[in-house]
């Protein structure tokens, strides 16, 4: 017959129990044993107060230096300068000279440099400016008369105002016929033909003398 145990004197329900305060008390002894420390006696000293030498601060105040004297300015010494003493010297003027050949002063002619001529310059614009005979009136009846329309530009068409550009000389004449804008088809040559062969025109003047100057001029081409 087994003999069973009543609930109160079973202890295996209370082992848990012991086991963790047993880990508690062990822990707190490893703790203590680390935190445990002896002081010495002999090594606290009483410091005691300290009395310190240190001067006490004086407030110094700034003195101020005045400046130094300024040197001592020299007079100039002023001396007496006695009058002027005249001197009087007795100068012998000889007027008996014996003059035996005759200075001859020869005549020192001046030349003129030769002027180096340059080239007639080309006014575009002067005070007095070219004009054909007539006037424009007369350059305009020059035109009509003289200027024959090309066969290639009226079969084909072409019509509009050519710009001739040419010098007028100091004598009127013309020279440098050139085309500053042509519309072709032989509208360029007839205008510079007509140009060439015009009469002379009255020369541009400047400051009153005849210069040369370059004249542009447009002849217009129309088909009628």
Do not use: H
């Not at 240190?54 to 009058?83: A, N, W």
């Not at 020869?106 to 054909?132: C, G, L, Q, S, W």
């Not at 003289?146 to 040419?166: C, S």
Request: proline letters at 9%; aromatic letters at 6%; a negative charge.
């Amino acid at each position: 017959m087994e003999a069973k145990k009543t609930p109160k004197a079973d202890l295996t329900k209370k082992t848990g129990m012991f086991l963790n305060l047993g880990l508690m008390v062990s822990v707190g002894l490893v703790l203590f044993a680390f935190e445990y420390r002896s002081y010495d006696d002999g090594l606290l000293k009483d410091l005691g107060s300290i009395e310190d030498d240190f001067e006490e601060l004086l407030d110094i105040p700034i003195t101020e230096q005045p400046p130094p004297p300024p040197p001592p300015v020299e007079q100039p010494e002023i001396k007496e300068i006695p009058d002027e003493v005249e001197i009087e010297e007795k100068i012998e003027v000889n007027f008996d000279v014996d003059v035996q050949e005759e200075t001859v002063i020869k005549e020192v002619e001046i030349t003129e440099a030769p002027v180096e001529e340059k080239a007639e310059e080309i006014f575009d614009v002067v005070e007095n400016m070219p004009t054909p005979p007539g006037g424009m009136e007369g350059w305009n009846k020059y035109l009509s008369k003289n200027l024959k329309y090309p066969t290639q530009a009226r079969r084909m068409g072409i019509e509009g105002t050519v710009y001739v550009v040419f010098v007028v000389n100091t004598d009127g004449s013309i020279q440098d016929v050139d085309i500053l804008r042509g519309i072709g088809g032989g509208c360029n040559e007839e205008a510079m033909r007509v140009v060439r062969n015009a009469p002379a025109w009255e020369p541009g003047r400047q400051r009153g003398r005849p210069v040369r100057v370059k004249m542009r001029l447009p002849i217009r081409f129309k088909l009628s």
